[in-house]
């Protein structure tokens, strides 16, 4: 027993010593190196690594952030250069990988002003010069590198609230928001870390937005020890070493159906995904293809399409679901992922499906999320063997333009309320980059980087409402009245689009609580965060396709030309649909 409890007081000796250690070797040396673990409602969801590169003619930041659980599986490297004093901003780039699908930002500042390109999804984002007042600096309050610029501007012997110019990303695609942060030092304070008390500096953040950040940094060297936003229930806490974070894929089962992992082939790129079958009843059963949103989306699609196939095969129905072209098993590259080749993957789906002996292929369906809705409603008008068409979270355009950019005037104006200049900047950004890829080839050069433009050139070519109008099968439309990504206006204009080309044959369900994702989303570790889908929408879908893709009438028996014709009263049947 004695020789157990010397052991802990050694470990506990040698946990303190590294504490120590490390912060004295990271504040000695030219290269200092930083663990943190990040924490959502004190659950462990990851690590950020931040490294510090003193070089003769500048200062670099450098840090590489691990999100294990996260429902894209993202991993994020960032980099940010200053000149050697570490005070004027020369570069900031940001490497994402979502899905295993890659997207880049850069930020150059110049003498002549910032400029800003960002690059992935087969789509890009250019802005020559971003205006940059008072040499700001990016922040961003969940990633813990840009956190040590922002506390070497603050002067610890004045003291007192002092501001700070930055440059907030609000999202991939669009430019950095200009803003000024308040920071205020509440005087020293202790905290413990990994069982040890450490006495350090408070300090308080305070964005235009009224969000509050606290800072515990060390009280020599203003390293950083903590940061916690109260309001989004996110902590940070340094760390002498990475744990390992277990992680459960979210998968359902059930004995009423087997799932069969499955490949296919479009040319010379191979695809893969499940198809979900059920056991009970008898073959060949009815079959439903899915279709994602846009961006990296695999088979599981958030998880969204984990329950609709789990509920639709428990139903009879059988499941075919695969990962995108790049991601996930399936070949192929997502960066150059267009239009063309996103139907031509999902005619060789369909093809591949009718082949299975399970499927009757005279009952086949169709559903699409979003972006996916458009192409599920492309794919019904090419294929007669498409006998229903759901589409979840109607888009009315694939173009950013559509009404002068009304989907981007609603998010900027939820995002940064009260810049009048910024929304305005980045509606002309929208648009100057479509005119810089007009009768251009499907990749060009910018700011020394191959870019591709055939997706972008090619967003007026495909028409959700022209598309809609030449759909003649029985069409569900499901949307969510909290759905901020796409307007329930755009719900309206499929269904009007079908009613003026004499599809009465449709219907139209709004959910009043749900969004985007028809669920929320689920934290709970060890499982992968995930959405879950509301149970009604489920239902919905299920009793729309048990009523719309019925077995299709017994052909007509030929009759002797020398018997009697009976010929029945005429009759009439009313379709019904919700607007």
């Not at 235009?208 to 229930?233: A, C, Q």
């Not at 591949?352 to 009757?360: A, S």
């Not at 307007?487 to 204009?493: C, F, G, T, W």
């Amino acid at each position: 027993m004695k020789a157990v409890y010397i052991t802990v007081i050694l470990v506990s000796l040698i946990t303190i010593a590294m504490l120590g250690l490390s912060f004295f070797y990271l504040d000695q040396q030219r290269h200092q190196a930083f663990i943190y673990a990040l924490y959502y409602d004190n659950v462990l969801t990851g690590y950020e690594k931040v490294d510090r590169y003193i070089l003769e003619s500048k200062t670099i930041y450098k840090s590489v952030t691990d999100l294990p659980r996260d429902i894209l599986r993202r991993k994020i490297v960032r980099k940010i250069t200053f000149d050697v004093r570490g005070k004027k901003f020369m570069e900031y780039r940001k490497e994402l990988s979502s899905n295993g699908a890659k997207s880049l930002v850069c930020i150059n500042n110049g003498p002549d002003g910032t400029s800003f390109i960002a690059l992935g999804h087969a789509t890009f984002s250019y802005l020559q010069s971003v205006p940059n007042y008072g040499n700001n600096i990016p922040f961003e309050s969940t990633s813990i590198v840009t956190y040590p610029p922002l506390v070497r501007r603050y002067n610890f012997k004045k003291r007192g609230e002092q501001f700070v110019n930055v440059l907030i990303p609000i999202s991939t695609f669009l430019p950095p928001v200009r803003d000024a942060i308040s920071i205020t030092s509440l005087d020293k304070d202790t905290i413990e870390i990994e069982g040890r008390k450490i006495n350090c500096e408070h300090l308080v953040l305070e964005l235009t937005s009224g969000e509050l950040i606290s800072i515990w940094v060390t009280k020599t060297f203003h390293n950083i020890l903590m940061v916690e936003i109260p309001g989004s229930g996110f902590k940070a806490v340094f760390s002498v070493e990475k744990k390992d974070i277990p992680v459960e894929e979210y998968k359902k089962s059930s004995e009423l159906y087997i799932e069969k992992d499955i490949t296919f082939s479009n040319e010379d790129i191979s695809l893969y995904g499940t198809l979900s079958v059920p056991t009970s009843g008898e073959a060949p059963y009815p079959a439903v293809i899915l279709i994602w949103d846009s961006g990296p989306m695999d088979r599981d699609a958030l998880g969204i399409f984990t329950d609709i196939a789990h509920t639709l095969t428990e139903s009879g129905y059988c499941v075919l679901r695969f990962d995108k072209r790049g991601i996930g098993e399936s070949q192929g590259f997502f960066s150059t992922y267009a239009q063309p080749e996103v139907i031509s993957d999902l005619t060789n789906a369909l093809d591949f499906l009718k082949l299975q002996p399970e499927i009757d292929k005279s009952r086949i369906a169709i559903l699409g999320h979003s972006e996916g809705g458009f192409y599920a409603s492309y794919l019904a008008t090419l294929d007669s063997d498409v006998r229903a068409c759901m589409i979840l979270s109607a888009r009315s355009s694939l173009s950013p333009l559509k009404d002068n950019c009304r989907k981007l005037n609603t998010f900027i104006k939820k995002v940064v309320p009260d810049d009048e200049e910024y929304l305005q900047s980045a509606i002309a950004i929208v648009k100057q980059n479509r005119e810089i890829i007009k009768g251009k080839s499907d990749w060009i050069t910018i700011m020394d980087k191959r870019v591709f433009t055939k997706k972008m050139s090619l967003e007026d070519k495909y028409n959700p409402i022209d598309t809609i109008k030449k759909v003649k099968i029985p069409v569900l439309i499901l949307h969510g009245r909290k759905d901020d990504i796409n307007s329930i206006e755009e719900a309206k204009e499929l269904g009007d689009g079908l009613a003026k080309a004499g599809n009465d044959n449709f219907t139209t369900i709004y959910f009043g609580v749900l969004d985007h994702f028809f669920g929320p989303v689920i934290k709970n570790p060890p499982l992968r965060d995930h959405v879950e889908v509301d149970m009604e929408v489920l239902k919905s879908i299920t009793n729309w396709l048990d009523k719309n893709l019925v077995p299709l009438p017994p052909e007509p028996i030929p009759i002797e030309e020398s018997l009697p014709l009976e010929v029945p009263e005429a009759s009439t049947v009313q379709e019904n649909h919700l607007h």
